[in-house]
């Protein structure tokens, strides 16, 4: 009889762009200067963030909200590729690993290609595990399309046991 187990979660995060000129973007763990930081209790980081969730709803340990929320002052400003480990330390300990997170982000600006090998890197270390991310455009449809936000969406798969009998 086998003990290997596959889940799978899906992971969703958005944030409007902020009118605070000192707001850093911050996507994937990397800094764009010169681009509108987006608004929010972190770092507001929406890549770090769908990840996080999409590993969490695998592993059936709530959303990102229930353990890091924005309510709490301790986590005003916090570095969201920390979140991330911290979020893959609970699932670890569940006794789960990731097998890969991919992630597919929603924007108008910035252009993602120039920095997804630098992402993916940041992502991939934290997760201990391959992270993709890829870039869409909203081709000027809604909130994300009139450049209002940014917006990202992640699968991710986790897996438990060896598989063999």
Known sequence: MSDFAVRVGQGFDVHRFSDDASRRLVLGGVTFAGERGLHGHSDADVIAHAAADALLGAAGLGDIGQHFPDTDPKWKDADSLALLAEVVRMITTDG??????????????????????????????????????????????????????????????IVRGTGRE
């Open 96 to 157: 789960w690993s990731v097998g890969n997170v991919d992630c597919s982000v929603v924007c108008e600006e910035p252009k993602l290609a120039p920095r997804r090998d630098e992402m993916q890197a940041n992502l991939s270390r934290v997760v201990g595990a391959p992270v993709t991310v890829k870039g869409r455009r909203a081709e000027g449809l809604g909130a994300l399309g009139r450049r209002e936000g940014i917006a990202c969406w992640a699968a991710a798969v």
